[in-house]
Antibody, heavy 122, light 107 residues
Framework: EVQLVESGGGLVQPGGSLRLSCSAS????????MNWVRQAPGKGLEWISY????????YYADSVKGRFSISRDNAKNSLYLQMDSLRAEDTAVYFC???????????????WGQGVLVTVSS | AIQMTQSPSSLSASVGDRVTMTCRAS??????LGWYQQKPGKAPKLLIY???SLQSGVPSRFSGSGSGTDFTLTISSLQPEDFATYYC?????????FGQGTKVEIK
């Protein structure tokens, strides 16, 4: 069974930093591309970052570019999101999401974690 | 960035109704569109990918269609567990963009 479990959320002051983790199990983590998606309270979904299976390709949404950094450790089956210079508007539930096998027409965000809440407030 | 516009933003329907919602892309995206269902306090769930491919385990009452810029999600006979918010997503390029959602409510 595919499982994705986020951790590391919490309350942080504006300008502060936080590191989220996503622990993966039930599949060969190193073979799959991964993403972070967030959802502000009462709002819609926002994709924020992608990393290829090997870590060789990374993309960010403009809203977090230069402040957030995605990484992965395939030996530890873990995905990370380093969040710096946090702002009130970064307050959201953060989900990690796995893509499908990158072949032909394949599903994006095929599996999701349960999400972790990040609150940026003084 | 490709913008995704969903309509309506909300709809009211009864159990057994046929429900249709649409998603429009600001430029052509081929068939690179997915649909997700989200219930309150839960992670989204993939329903449809590649515009019309049903994700494994998803009931056949869900179907997707469209290509280019205009896409549709149809629920053939609405069930109690289908009351939720539905999002489209373009996965044609980066940045990935979701639509703003369609909330399906009980009539």
């Amino acid at each position: 069974e595919v499982q994705l479990v986020e951790s590391g959320g919490g309350l942080v002051q504006p300008g502060g930093s936080l590191r989220l983790s996503c622990s993966a199990s039930g599949f060969s983590f190193s073979n799959y591309d991964m993403n972070w998606v967030r959802q502000a309270p009462g709002k819609g979904l926002e994709w924020i970052s992608y990393i290829r299976d090997s870590g060789s390709t990374i993309y960010y949404a403009d809203s977090v570019k230069g402040r957030f950094s995605i990484s992965r450790d395939n030996a530890k089956n873990s995905l990370y999101l380093q969040m710096d210079s946090l702002r009130a508007e970064d307050t959201a539930v953060y989900f990690c999401a796995r893509d499908g096998v990158r072949s032909g027409t394949y599903p994006t965000f095929e599996y999701w974690g349960q999400g972790v809440l990040v609150t940026v407030s003084s | 960035a490709i913008q995704m516009t969903q309509s309506p933003s909300s709809l009211s329907a009864s159990v057994g109704d046929r429900v249709t919602m649409t998603c429009r892309a600001s430029q052509g995206i081929g068939n690179d569109l997915g649909w997700y269902q989200q219930k309150p306090g839960k992670a989204p769930k993939l329903l449809i990918y590649g515009s019309s491919s049903l994700q494994s385990g998803v009931p056949s009452r869900f179907s997707g269609s469209g290509s280019g810029t205009d896409f549709t999600l149809t629920i053939s006979s609405l069930q109690p567990e289908d009351f939720a918010t539905y999002y489209c997503l373009q996965d044609y390029n980066y940045p990935r963009m979701f639509g703003q959602g369609t909330k399906v409510e009980i009539k």
